[in-house]
């Protein structure tokens, strides 16, 4: 059937060949007016999501000072083999507090790493190790995964939640390592030794 085609579009010169040109053409447009916009902008990505880092780790961090989001997140910690420790050490308030003070120093310091770097690594830890605890609950959640579908890979909404955190935390990823880079960049610089050119 392809080779009657092709055959056929040669023959005939069917517009399917001037269909795709003109699919070509569109993309192309779409990339161009892309780059007029700023797509190729130094940094951009880098800028944006420490930008919506800092915004999530704000509004996160501010639900975690109301009794609703205590309880929302009891079955979270309580089954996270990373954080199921909070609630014998906090009790079910002061465990979410102390999500919410970790929230908002790790998203402060990620805005300060907007002017320095350092502070910014800091935050960007601190984001990286928030969501390991987070996507390490996902096997350990009960009833994480929809009986009426079959099970796993059907998502409950408890599951659900967590697996933007894989995101999350692969921006963190991308962050820290961006600031480190630049970071030793200009200390790898500094401690290169200057050569010296000795002419005869």
Not at 133 to 151: D, L, R
Request: net charge neutral; aromatic share 14%.
């Amino acid at each position: 059937m392809d080779q009657f085609t092709n055959h056929f579009d040669v023959i005939t010169g069917d517009s399917n060949r001037s269909g795709r040109t003109t699919a070509r053409g569109l993309m192309n447009h779409v990339i161009d007016v892309l780059i007029k916009l700023g797509i190729l902008k130094e940094d951009l990505d880098y800028h944006l999501i420490r930008a919506s880092m800092v915004i999530i780790f704000l509004f996160f961090g501010y639900q975690k000072w109301f009794e609703y989001e205590a309880q929302v997140l009891i079955p979270y910690i309580s089954n996270g083999p990373l954080i199921f420790w909070l609630h014998p050490l906090f009790g079910i308030r002061g465990a979410t507090l102390f999500l919410g003070v970790s929230e908002w120093t790790f998203g402060t310091l990620l805005f300060l790493g907007f002017w320095n770097k350092k502070l910014g690594i800091l935050g960007a830890l601190g984001s990286s190790v928030t969501f390991i605890c987070t996507v390490t609950i996902i096997p350990f959640m009960p009833e994480g995964w929809a009986a009426s579908a079959g099970g796993f890979p059907a998502m409950t909404e408890h599951v659900a939640f967590l697996m933007k955190d894989i995101v999350l935390f692969s921006a963190s990823v991308y962050l820290l390592r961006q600031d480190v880079m630049r970071v030793s960049s200009p200390a790898k610089q500094n401690r290169e030794p200057s050569t010296v050119v000795l002419s005869h």
